[in-house]
């Protein structure tokens, strides 16, 4: 994962091979390149999430 800010967007993006973007509330993270307020985070894949069907829960 990569947290940017404004700026170092298209930077952040050279570092991941499949980019995922997610703009970011409240953060009190700071930029990976120049340590300002962060406001982009940027992964590789989505975040995994369980999904449920009437079959898994029996």
């Known amino acids: 994962m990569v947290i940017v ?3 170092h967007g298209k930077e952040g ?3 991941l091979h499949t980019p ?3 703009k ?3 953060c009190k993270g700071t930029c990976q390149f120049c340590n300002q307020k962060a406001e982009i985070k940027m ?3 989505i975040p995994f999430q ?3 069907t009437p079959e898994s829960t029996k």
């Open 5 to 7: 800010c404004q700026k």
């Open 13 to 15: 993006l050279k570092h």
């Open 20 to 22: 995922h973007v997610e």
């Open 24 to 26: 970011m509330k409240k």
């Open 43 to 45: 992964f590789d894949s």
């Open 50 to 52: 369980t999904i449920t």
